[in-house]
């Protein structure tokens, strides 16, 4: 008898924790560059992110090709000259967050990681909301990179085109892992 006991509560506890575990592959991240003389917008959405609620772990992952410009031109300078994507096509970041996941409400926590782009680490820290409803896990966050953080170099010539600091913005719709 107490051996299927001790069974029942190990196959609830590990039901539990997988119940832990939301994944996407359509999470979107969205930057934009506002300057007096242009205005630059990318939208990837083809995004894997993780979140794990029992360990507080979040991870992305996304091919810096699937940016998608307004203007084809600026989709190629992009690729070739400033990300190079060809050398460098994967971007990630590995991170933590803090705080509290009520369900049914929204969820201000602090998250803090290691952000993957150009071939160079860096940590980043900002805020998120994220909002837990049954098996379906949002999240939002907004932050601002610098492209010289990341060895993007921006020539002279375009210096003026292109924002001193990108505001990215990141967007998740997660279901849970069955």
Known sequence: MKIWTIIIICCMVSTAMQA?????????????????????????????????????????????KSFLFRKALMQEHFNENYV????????????????????????????????????????????????????????FARFQLIPEDFKITIPGIVRDKIARQIDVQVTIDCKTVK
């Not at 575990?21 to 083809?46: C, H, M, W, Y």
């Not at 509290?100 to 980043?124: F, W």
């Open 84 to 139: 190079e994507s060809d050398k460098f096509p994967k971007s990630t970041f590995n991170g933590m967050f803090t705080g509290d996941v009520v369900p049914g409400k929204a969820n201000t926590i602090r998250v803090e990681g290691v952000l993957l782009l150009h071939g160079v680490e860096k940590k980043i820290t900002t805020h998120a909301t994220i909002e837990l409803k049954e098996e379906n896990l949002t999240g």
């Open 20 to 64: 832990q575990v939301f994944v996407t592959r359509t999470g979107s991240v969205n930057f934009f560059s506002e300057t007096p003389l242009e205005d630059i917008k990318a939208e990837n959405n083809q995004v894997y992110a993780a979140v794990d609620l029992s360990k507080k772990t979040i991870a992305f992952s996304m091919l810096l």
